[in-house]
C-alpha cells in the first residue's frame, strides 16, 4: 500500500519561502509520479508540481514556475517542494499525491491522475 505523509507548513510573510516534506512508502516502482497539489479557502484542488521518480523529469503550473522547486532524495522515499517568494494566492491546503505508471503532459498535474493521497499541510502567507 502506497502512504504519504505531508510536513514543513506554516505561516509565512509574503516574498518569504517554505520548503515542504513528503514521505512517501510503498512505492512498487520507480515508473511512477509524485505531485503536489494545493488546494486555497473556496477553490478547487489544483496541480502545483510533479516529478517522475525514474529520471527525475518535472513539469509546473505556470502560476509557479521559477518560484517553486520539485526534487527528491536519492532513495526515492523524501519528495520536497522549496516554495520561494511566496505570495497570498499561494495560501492553501497542500497535499502530496502519488500515481504507478507513467502518463505524459498536463495530466501529471490533474487530480484524477493521482490515487494515493496525503492528509495535507497548511500554508498560509499573509503580512
Known amino acids: 500500500e502506497v502512504k504519504l505523509m505531508e510536513s514543513g507548513g506554516g505561516s509565512v510573510q509574503p516574498g518569504g519561502s517554505l520548503r515542504l516534506s513528503c514521505e512517501v512508502s510503498?512505492?512498487?516502482?520507480?515508473?511512477?509520479?509524485v505531485a503536489w497539489f494545493r488546494q486555497g479557502p473556496g477553490k478547487e484542488r489544483e496541480g502545483v508540481a510533479a516529478?517522475?521518480?525514474?529520471?527525475?523529469?518535472?513539469l509546473y503550473a505556470d502560476a509557479v514556475k521559477a518560484r517553486f522547486t520539485i526534487s527528491r532524495d536519492n532513495t526515492n522515499k523524501m519528495f520536497y517542494l522549496q516554495m520561494n517568494n511566496l505570495k497570498p494566492e499561494d495560501t492553501g491546503s497542500y497535499y502530496c499525491?502519488?500515481?504507478?505508471?507513467?502518463?505524459?503532459?498536463?495530466?501529471?498535474?490533474?487530480?484524477?491522475?493521482?490515487?494515493?493521497w496525503g492528509q495535507g499541510t497548511q500554508v498560509t502567507v499573509s503580512s
Open positions: 516529478i517522475y521518480v525514474g529520471q527525475g523529469t518535472t
Open positions: 499525491a502519488a500515481r504507478v505508471g507513467w502518463i505524459n503532459g498536463a495530466a501529471q498535474l490533474r487530480v484524477s491522475t493521482y490515487g494515493f
Open positions: 510503498g512505492l512498487p516502482s520507480v515508473s511512477s509520479h
